[in-house]
């Protein structure tokens, strides 16, 4: 069975500190990882994904993740926050079936 | 625009009524996967479809049933509806029936009252 553990429901960052959202999985076999972006009354938003290539992957918006296979960790961070990153953001985990596993999701907010 | 469309955006209904949530995937796109978004559940995979099969079934009541059409569309139906089926369902579609990632729709928010 995949699973995936966000640590943190909420973060919250100064507008141009650095965002670091933590993500680790659990897969019995080598993994898909993917960040998913959910702004208010909207629906999830692909901002990258890890298919077993680079372990760096640029994402959109200037996000970025790194897959570390030691850490079965996969760490969203952008180098400086914007206003317009609030936003709830989800982890998950394909064991390249059909399925998506989703974690919990963390809440980011910005301030001023 | 994600290009996957679902209507109705918002739907309000009795509990015990039964409704259905009507997907419409991006062109050229084979797989629909339907999810259910609740505050005490998060994200739950319902089922999906590849090209009018059923490819995979995730924790779907059995009140509840979908389908995919001739021309991809998707329909989710519910019945015997309770309080506790209020949430947001989303669709999903794929060119593959791998996960390499989706493109959401926008979803539906219902409440059963």
């Known amino acids: 069975a995949q699973s995936v553990t966000q640590l943190g429901s909420h973060v919250s960052v100064s507008e141009g500190a650095l965002v670091l959202l933590r993500c680790n999985y659990s897969?019995?076999?080598?993994?898909?990882l993917f960040w998913y972006v959910q702004y208010p009354n909207q629906g999830l938003q692909l901002l990258l994904k890890y298919t077993s290539a680079a372990t760096l992957v640029k994402g959109i918006n200037g996000f970025e993740a790194e897959f570390k296979k030691s850490e079965t960790s996969f760490h969203l961070t952008k180098p400086s926050a914007h206003m317009s990153d609030a936003a709830e953001y989800f982890c998950a985990v394909s064991d390249r079936g059909s399925r998506l596993t989703f974690g919990e999701g963390t809440q980011l907010t910005v301030n001023p | 625009d994600s290009g996957v469309t679902q209507t109705p955006k918002h739907l309000i209904t009795a509990t015990g009524q039964r409704v259905t949530l009507r997907c419409s995937p991006r062109?050229?796109?084979?797989?629909v996967y339907w999810y259910q978004q609740s505050l005490d559940q998060g994200l739950q995979f319902l089922i999906q479809y590849y090209n009018g099969e059923e490819r995979a079934k995730g924790n779907i009541l059995e009140r509840f049933s979908a389908q995919q059409f001739p021309d991809l569309h998707s329909e989710l139906n519910l019945s015997s509806l309770e309080l506790g089926d209020s949430a947001l369902y989303f669709c999903?579609?794929?060119?593959?029936?791998?996960?390499?990632?989706?493109?959401f729709g926008s979803g539906t928010r219902l409440t059963v009252v």
């Open positions: 897969s019995s076999v080598p993994p898909y």
């Open positions: 062109s050229g796109d084979l797989s």
């Open positions: 999903a579609s794929s060119i593959q029936t791998g996960a390499y990632g989706y493109t």
